[in-house]
């Protein structure tokens, strides 16, 4: 593809650890997380404004034009806009003190996919779950840093990964209720050769899988066979989760993080980014408790 134009600003706010970026399609509002200072993060009619929560916070779905189910460190939260007030949907690893939810999104049928892993790193502390109309039901297990949990446009695949393994798989889904088809995840890209570390994915309405990746300041878009199409490069290094928003769907939203880095590294880093991605995506699907 030729010339794109360069990714803008679109918040300016330094997150520790962004993640989790959603645009709901009933309010056309971007919201996002900072998991480290536990705020849920937005802008909303031009202005900055942020909800603290007791612990960390990480990934969302819509639930309604008011209301999102938020994934904290112990629970899936029914979470309020307009009160700011939350309440318990089920616990999440609640009895496990060492993990948090990382990356999440919801899925076709109405459920929502849900990523744990350990505070501290600790390796294969983690799994990923499916919650669907009321029932939590752990998928895979010893997961180090669960990430790229996104769906093909036709709902026939789960993509994801576990960062430090440099790999992304998927997986066939039940056409009837989206819980996982028989036949074990195949790989679809093995990024170890170029030294990528995946982080968060989304795909695009023609299929092609978008990835954050940690390290190397770029989203990179795969064909739907893994093969390379381009890369969209950004100012800051530490790039973790995209989304796609705005007008028509075709804004690629990211976020990023100063985790790790030196005081003053780089100027951008942690910064909420806007870039045309020049092809829609598919617009974010509700959860049914």
């Known amino acids: 593809m030729t010339d794109q134009p360069r990714p803008a600003l679109f918040d300016a706010r330094r997150c520790t650890l962004g993640e989790g970026p959603l645009w709901h399609p009933g309010r056309g509002q971007l919201f996002w997380f900072d998991i480290i200072t536990r705020k849920l993060m ?29 994934a904290s460190d112990t629970a899936l939260l029914r979470f309020d806009l307009n009160s700011g007030t939350s309440e318990d949907i089920l616990p999440l690893e609640a009895e496990n003190p060492i993990t948090r939810s990382n990356d999440g999104r919801a899925d076709p049928w109405g459920g929502f996919w849900i990523g744990t892993m350990g505070k501290a790193l600790e390796p294969e502390a983690g799994a990923i779950y499916r919650y669907f109309r009321g029932e939590l039901r752990r998928i895979y297990g010893k997961i180090t840093i669960p ?62 899988l978008w990835n954050a990746q940690w390290g190397a300041s770029r989203v990179a878009r795969y064909l739907p066979d893994g093969r390379f199409d381009r890369a969209v490069p950004f100012a800051a290094s530490q790039i973790s989760c995209p989304a796609f928003g705005g007008a028509g769907l075709a804004t690629l939203f990211v976020t990023s993080a100063t985790e790790g880095l030196a005081e003053g590294a780089e100027a951008a880093a942690g910064q909420t980014f806007a870039a045309d991605a020049g092809i829609r995506g598919q617009a974010e699907h509700q959860v049914i408790l």
């Open 147 to 208: 990430n790229a949990i996104c769906f093909s446009p036709d709902g026939s695949w789960l993509y994801f990964t576990d960062t430090p393994k440099q790999q992304i798989w998927r997986q066939a889904l039940r056409d009837a209720d989206g819980w996982p088809a028989a036949r074990e995840p195949e790989l679809f890209l093995d990024l170890r050769a170029e030294g990528l570390n995946p982080d968060g994915a989304v795909a695009d309405s023609e299929g092609g």
């Open 42 to 70: 937005t802008l909303e009619d031009g202005a900055a404004r942020d909800w603290d929560f007791p612990g960390p916070v990480s990934a969302a779905g819509w639930l309604g034009r008011d209301s999102l189910l938020i």
